[in-house]
């Protein structure tokens, strides 16, 4: 079975569309959460996710839609959610909102989860160098999928997969091409693929948007 793997679009719509074009052939196609945030688009992002994707688990972002001011420390963050707080309507709002903040696919030989697979910690990191701490919650499953980080990388902890597929709408690694994965679980191989697509829309849309314009010039180096 191959799954395609999708985290932390953001708003993003040209990136998203891209990487929609971009993606091979799979059965299934699944998102890591942060459907929305940062970026201008995140209603339209938010209908493509829920109409593409069989699995979607809720990010940080899409559960703070409510409440942007908790970043007020970070215009950048705030701005997005208060773009997704004035664009989204109720029933997309609620969709969110129901989420799950972590679940199981492939029959649940994968587990899924937004930030760290812990439920004790919502919301923290998991770094690249961190992959083999994640040992202990490989015991039930052959692998777990993050996001959050919005950096791509993949490890594999005694003979198990730990994979983040990278950021559709910010990524954070250096590589300004937007990023997925394609999951065979056949063999329990990962493939991390990118996209290139119009930044120079997105920094459009942004300055006209009158939003941070970091926003936009951020990912020109993806950063």
């Known amino acids: 079975m191959r799954i395609?793997?999708?985290?932390?679009?953001?708003?993003?719509?040209?990136?998203?569309?891209?990487?929609?074009?971009?993606?091979?052939?799979?059965?299934?196609?699944?998102?890591v959460g942060d459907v929305v945030g940062y970026n201008p688009w995140p209603a339209e992002c938010l209908e493509l996710v829920r109409e593409t994707c069989s699995v979607v688990v809720q990010g940080n972002h899409d559960?703070?839609?409510?409440?942007?001011?908790?970043?007020?420390?970070?215009?950048?963050a705030r701005a997005g959610l208060e773009r997704a707080r004035r664009t989204l309507d109720d029933e997309q709002r609620e969709w969110l909102a129901?989420?799950?903040p972590r679940t199981t696919i492939a029959d649940g030989r994968y587990r899924l989860a937004h930030s760290h697979p812990d439920p004790d910690q919502?919301?923290?990191?998991?770094?690249?160098?961190?992959?083999?701490?994640?040992?202990?919650?490989?015991?039930?499953?052959?692998?777990?999928?993050?996001?959050?980080?919005?950096?791509q990388?993949?490890?594999?902890?005694?003979?198990?997969?730990?994979?983040?597929?990278?950021?559709?709408?910010?990524?954070?690694?250096?590589?300004?091409?937007?990023?997925?994965?394609?999951?065979?679980?056949?063999?329990?191989?990962?493939?991390l693929r990118r996209v290139q697509y119009d930044i120079d829309r997105v920094i459009s849309k942004v300055e006209a948007l009158?939003?941070?314009?970091?926003?936009?010039?951020?990912?020109?180096?993806?950063?």
Request: hydrophobic fraction near 30%; proline fraction near 9%.
């Open 4 to 31: 395609g793997l999708l985290s932390d679009v953001h708003g993003n719509r040209p990136a998203l569309d891209a990487v929609l074009d971009d993606l091979p052939p799979v059965d299934e196609l699944v998102c």
């Open 122 to 151: 919502l919301g923290t990191y998991v770094r690249p160098r961190q992959f083999p701490e994640l040992r202990p919650y490989l015991d039930d499953h052959d692998g777990v999928v993050v996001g959050h980080t919005h950096v």
């Open 63 to 76: 559960r703070t839609v409510e409440t942007p001011e908790r970043y007020a420390h970070n215009e950048m």
């Open 210 to 223: 009158d939003m941070p314009r970091r926003l936009g010039i951020r990912l020109l180096d993806g950063s």
């Open 153 to 191: 990388h993949e490890a594999t902890v005694d003979d198990r997969l730990i994979v983040n597929p990278g950021s559709v709408g910010q990524p954070r690694d250096g590589d300004p091409r937007a990023a997925y994965a394609v999951l065979d679980t056949d063999d329990d191989s990962v493939e």
């Open 98 to 100: 129901d989420r799950p």
